[in-house]
């Protein structure tokens, strides 16, 4: 007789069967993803066994390629291989502008707001569509490694990113297929992976310098509750900066005038490996656009002296906010990569009065933390008490009459949160009141920043004053806003969802998405294809590692040639054939090559049992 298994409603079939959930660390200069396995948190590799996936991605006319394959063309191609994109999320084109000498791009569009699109051989992208490619990348890998869906992702951002780019993030996970369970504050993260690895309560200040921002936050961890007290930073500051002042050095050395895109591509990537080198070494020899020199540790520490010290000074800020002095801060914590810098190290320490810890990776911790918490929120963990209370990072305020900014929200308010304030009616029969939502420390709209426009209509004509207007901020556990208006008297309502303008419309991604679907067949056959080429690559290289290291000992010269005849053919054939003739070509050469391997073989045994008895052969 069968069996039926019966469950409760709204319960899953097999309440035991664990969800599978990951963080995504979506970094400036590399991205990770990490998942929990038998109750740990360890970051997921490649099939060449790196956690990190370089931010980076080239677009060709036919094909996208994304981490160490899209790296290896930055320098030959920078204007259609795009890295560093996290500084453009959630930015409109003054933004962008600013940062144009960082990012040497061709942007196009609305120059007055709107999404920017930067021109590329494979057509006009969005930020937010170069970080989709990077977390589909991702996601890939999870499928590939977990071997099923992911039932949802924890993605994190820097805690002062705001809520335009808070928000290209979510469309950006959107646009790739992913389930977003929360954004995460990185140094929130970063303290989750800490915390729990360790158990200590107190107060840490968490130091996060990154490729593209720097993050200061001071956090109390006790019994379970890991609570933001205030947090700092610079969405625009990090190690690539630090790259381009090394940049501007070498320019200044070298006297080079003005620069091609691909010259200044090559002298930031110059840059970038002498600082990493200078982590471990006194001085290192740079060698780039026709120019040789040393650029020795000291002088580095004078080129990045002026970035740290802005960092720090983002330290006493968020301090004085938390009103709580450096002598008050149990542990600091250092993530992001560029807190391998020593004098990074050197001057946090003195700063706060001790030796930073550094007992995690900094590239993987805010990954590792991000895991934690999306193990958590899928329901992996139903008896967990860990309680994250994040903060917003910037007051929100609403615009009242001479163009100033009320607060209605402040920021380090713990989040979710909503708060509500009463307003009036300027006019004497007044019936509509229009409402200006701004985000920003400063007393004047004009120094805020924009994020919703919308009206209240149908207000009961009354004398001025005496309508009452109750407005409420409402902001969910990933720092986005919601406001409504409601008149008491009559209750007549509105409300917007805050969208920003620097945010994809729906109907963007509505477009992308039907693109996406539209294409899917072509999509596929370009991905098998890929695959194909590097399988072909990878059997290439094998066969020559071989043949040089024993083919002239164990072959003659017909059996050399043999091989070395259809070798030659699936190389010439790797970017110009369809995918089943490099699976011909591919198979060709196995075949021709199947003697040669046996032989290897038989050899490499011969040569370990050479001058042993058979009783001194181990049996394993």
């Given amino acids: 007789m069968a069996l039926m298994q019966i469950s409760e409603p709204g319960q899953s079939s097999a309440p035991h069967q664990r969800r599978l959930a990951a963080?995504?660390?979506?970094?400036?200069?590399?991205s990770l993803i990490a998942t929990v396995r038998s109750g740990e948190a360890v970051c997921l590799l490649d099939d060449d066994g790196r956690p990190l996936l370089p931010s980076v991605v080239h677009f060709a006319e036919q094909d996208v390629v994304t981490g160490y394959d899209a790296l290896a063309l930055q320098a030959e191609d920078p204007l259609n291989t795009l890295a560093s994109i996290k500084r453009l999320m959630g930015r409109g084109r003054e933004d962008v502008d600013r940062l144009g000498e960082i990012l040497p791009y061709e942007f196009i569009g609305d120059e007055q707001g709107g999404v920017p699109r930067i021109r590329t051989r494979g057509g006009d992208v969005t930020a937010i569509e170069v970080s989709a490619q990077l977390l589909t990348a991702l996601a890939e890998?999870?499928?590939?490694?977990?071997?099923?869906?992911?039932?949802?992702?924890?993605?994190?951002?820097?805690?002062?990113?705001?809520?335009?780019?808070?928000?290209?993030?979510?469309?950006?996970?959107?646009?790739?297929?992913l389930k977003l369970l929360r954004l995460l504050n990185e140094p929130t993260a970063a303290a989750v992976a800490y915390g729990l690895d360790q158990g200590n309560d107190g107060l840490i200040a968490v130091y996060d310098l990154g490729g593209g921002t720097f993050d200061i936050s001071l956090l109390r961890l006790e019994r379970g509750v890991f609570e933001v007290l205030a947090t700092g930073g610079n969405s625009a500051l990090g190690g690539d900066d630090m790259d381009h002042a090394i940049g501007e050095w070498i320019i200044g050395q070298a006297g080079l005038g003005k620069?091609?895109?691909a010259l200044a591509r090559r002298i930031l990537i110059a840059a970038r490996r002498a600082k990493e080198n200078l982590t471990e070494q006194e001085s290192v020899q740079i060698d780039v656009g026709g120019w040789q020199g040393v650029l020795d540790r000291a002088t580095l520490n004078q080129l990045v002296k002026p970035l740290i010290d802005r960092?720090?000074?983002?330290?006493?800020?968020?301090?004085?906010?938390?009103?709580?002095?450096?002598?008050?801060?149990?542990?600091?914590?250092?993530?992001?990569?560029?807190?391998?810098?020593?004098?990074?190290?050197?001057?946090?320490?003195?700063?706060?009065?001790?030796?930073?810890?550094?007992d995690l990776n900094p590239d993987e911790v805010v990954a590792l933390g991000a895991a934690i918490q999306a193990d958590i929120l899928a329901g992996n963990k139903p008896d967990s008490d860990m309680l994250l209370l994040d903060v917003l990072p910037l007051s929100l305020a609403i615009e009242t009459m001479g163009g100033l900014s009320e607060k209605i929200i402040e920021r380090n308010t713990a989040i979710p949160v909503a708060r509500a304030q009463e307003f009036t009616t300027f006019k004497d029969g007044q019936?509509?009141?229009?409402?200006?939502?701004?985000?920003?420390?400063?007393?004047?709209?004009?120094?805020?920043?924009?994020?919703?426009?919308?009206?209240?209509?149908?207000?009961?004509?009354?004398?001025?004053?005496?309508?009452?207007?109750?407005?409420?901020y409402q902001v969910d556990a990933d720092g986005l806003l919601s406001v409504s208006a409601e008149e008491a008297t009559s209750g007549v309502r509105s409300e917007v969802v805050v969208k920003p303008s620097y945010g994809l419309s729906d109907g963007e991604i509505e477009s992308m998405l039907r693109a996406s679907m539209?294409?899917?067949?072509?999509?596929?056959?370009?991905?098998?294809?890929?695959?194909?080429?590097?399988?072909?690559?990878?059997?290439?290289?094998?066969?020559?590692?071989?043949?040089?290291?024993?083919?002239?000992?164990?072959?003659?010269?017909?059996?050399?040639?043999?091989?070395?005849?259809?070798?030659?053919?699936?190389?010439?054939?790797?970017?110009?054939?369809?995918?089943?003739?490099?699976?011909?070509?591919?198979?060709?050469?196995?075949?021709?090559?199947?003697?040669?391997?046996?032989?290897?073989?038989?050899?490499?045994?011969?040569?370990?049992?050479?001058?042993?008895?058979i009783d001194e052969v181990e049996v394993q």
Avoid: N, W
């Avoid at 890998?141 to 290209?168: N, W």
């Avoid at 999509?523 to 695959?531: K, N």
């Avoid at 053919?569 to 699976?583: A, H, N, V, W, Y």
């Fill in 431 to 472: 019936t509509a009141m229009a409402m200006h939502v701004v985000q920003g420390e400063r007393e004047l709209v004009a120094d805020c920043r924009s994020l919703a426009r919308f009206e209240l209509r149908g207000i009961p004509p009354m004398t001025a004053g005496a309508a009452r207007i109750r407005v409420t």
């Fill in 311 to 358: 960092t720090l000074s983002a330290c006493r800020r968020t301090l004085r906010d938390a009103g709580v002095g450096v002598s008050e801060v149990d542990d600091v914590v250092m993530v992001g990569g560029s807190t391998r810098v020593p004098l990074v190290q050197q001057r946090v320490g003195e700063f706060f009065g001790k030796a930073p810890m550094c």
């Fill in 518 to 613: 539209e294409h899917a067949g072509e999509d596929m056959q370009a991905r098998m294809l890929r695959e194909q080429q590097v399988e072909a690559r990878r059997v290439v290289e094998a066969i020559d590692a071989a043949l040089a290291q024993d083919g002239e000992r164990l072959l003659s010269d017909d059996e050399l040639l043999a091989i070395v005849e259809p070798r030659d053919r699936l190389e010439q054939g790797i970017d110009t054939s369809s995918t089943d003739e490099l699976k011909r070509l591919i198979e060709a050469l196995e075949q021709a090559s199947e003697f040669y391997v046996a032989r290897r073989m038989d050899d490499s045994v011969r040569r370990a049992l050479k001058g042993k008895q």
């Fill in 141 to 177: 890998r999870a499928r590939s490694t977990l071997g099923d869906e992911l039932d949802g992702v924890v993605i994190t951002v820097p805690a002062y990113f705001d809520d335009a780019q808070r928000q290209a993030t979510r469309d950006a996970a959107r646009l790739a297929g």
């Fill in 23 to 30: 963080g995504i660390d979506l970094g400036t200069t590399h």
């Fill in 259 to 261: 620069l091609d895109a």
